[in-house]
Each structure stands twice: as C-alpha cells, then as structure tokens.
C-alpha cells in the first residue's frame, strides 16, 4: 500500500491524490487505509518518512564505503550512487522533491524538515571528512550538503525525464563541478562561513 501511495503522492502531489485512488489501485477497500494509518495526511507522512528514512540509509552505506577513495573518486561515487538509487526509485525520489511543496496546510514545515534529515546526513560526513584531513568544517558542511542534494536533485531530474541523457555524462560533470567548487574556496571564506553563524 505505502508503494502505491508513494506513486500516487509523486504523480498527483497530496491535494491532487484521494484515499479512494489509492485503495483501488492497492486492491483494498478504503477502511482499510483508515485502520492502518490514519487520514490522508497521515499515510502521507508515512510515505516521505519511508522515503527519507530509505536514501539516509543508502547515504550512510555509500560514505562509508567510499571513505577511503581520493576525493576526486569519492565525488564521483556518491554522484553515481546517488543517481542510481533514485533512478531505481523514481516514484519516491519524485516525492520527495514534492515534500516541501505539498504538505498539509497545518504543518508547512514539515516536508523541509523531513528532507533536512537527508541533508544533515551529508553534513555529518562532510565534518567527520574534513575534521579528519585537518581542516574542520560545520557551517560549511552543511552549506555542501545542501548544495550536493540540490544539484544531484536536478541531475536525476534529467536523467528521468529525457530517456536518451548522457548519465555519465551528468555524473562526471556534477562530480567535477562540485569538486572544482570546493577545491576553488579560499581559506579565508572558508573562515568567514564558519564564522557566519554567530554561537546562541
């Protein structure tokens, strides 16, 4: 049932999607999602927390498996990976980019902070990373990752929407770009971002 409410959610957002959709197309009757999750709001939290939960895992599994490649690989890995894993889930990569934009009314909030978990997992790998080569980074970690989620965002985008996109392409130059960008920051912006957020 949650698959085919992720499919549902991605295609029609949560306003454009009924319980009665969603049951038919699952085989059930429409009581049936009430008992199991609640109102459609509801089964549509479950369904971006599955999705968030799912990609912050893959996340976890790639930055540890590429921690000892040189930076240029590493970059490029976690592209791929992170291509590859939403090509094999269209459905709930859709819906995630659809999260901030179609959440209950009451809780506007809550698809930025849902995928904000996606982002803090970068973050805390940028940190671990860079505290380790010796030049410790937090605001600017987090900076990173919310620009690596956004640019491979659009990079999947494409390669979903346009069947004959060069993938690798995309991946080399995503790769190169963000590796470029980093490589390209002086040290003293670098101070002045982490200087950026003034301690509460």
């Given at each position: 049932m949650?698959e085919?409410?992720t499919r549902r959610?991605?295609?029609g957002g ?7 959709d969603?049951?038919e ?6 009581p ?17 927390e599955q999705?968030v939960?799912s990609?912050?895992?893959s996340?976890?599994?790639?930055n540890?498996?590429?921690a000892g490649l040189?930076?240029a690989?590493?970059?490029r ?22 999260a ?11 698809g930025r902070?849902?995928r ?8 805390a ?5 860079s505290a380790?080569?010796?030049s410790?980074?937090d605001?600017?970690a987090?900076?990173?990752a ?8 659009e990079?999947?985008r ?7 996109t ?9 790769a190169?770009f963000?590796?470029?960008g980093i490589?390209g ?6 101070g ?9």
């Amino acid at each position: 049932m949650l698959e085919v409410a992720t499919r549902r959610f991605a295609d029609g957002g949560r306003v454009g999607t009924s319980l009665d959709d969603i049951a038919e197309e699952a085989g059930v009757r429409k009581p049936a999602l009430y008992v199991l999750f609640g109102a459609k709001d509801d089964l549509y939290r479950a369904c971006v927390e599955q999705a968030v939960a799912s990609l912050a895992d893959s996340f976890r599994v790639v930055n540890a498996a590429t921690a000892g490649l040189p930076r240029a690989e590493r970059t490029r890995a976690r592209v791929a990976a992170t291509v590859e894993y939403a090509e094999g889930r269209p459905d709930a990569f859709r819906l995630l980019a659809r999260a901030p934009y179609s959440w209950p009314d009451d809780d506007p909030a809550a698809g930025r902070a849902l995928r904000d978990r996606l982002v803090e997992v970068m973050a805390a790998n940028y940190r671990r990373e860079s505290a380790a080569a010796g030049s410790p980074i937090d605001v600017g970690a987090e900076i990173l990752a919310r620009l690596f989620f956004v640019m491979a965002e659009e990079i999947v985008r494409l390669c979903l929407a346009v069947e004959t996109t060069d993938r690798e392409a995309l991946v080399d130059f995503l790769a190169e770009f963000i590796d470029a960008g980093i490589a390209g920051v002086a040290l003293g912006t670098w101070g002045a971002v982490e200087r950026s957020r003034a301690p509460a």
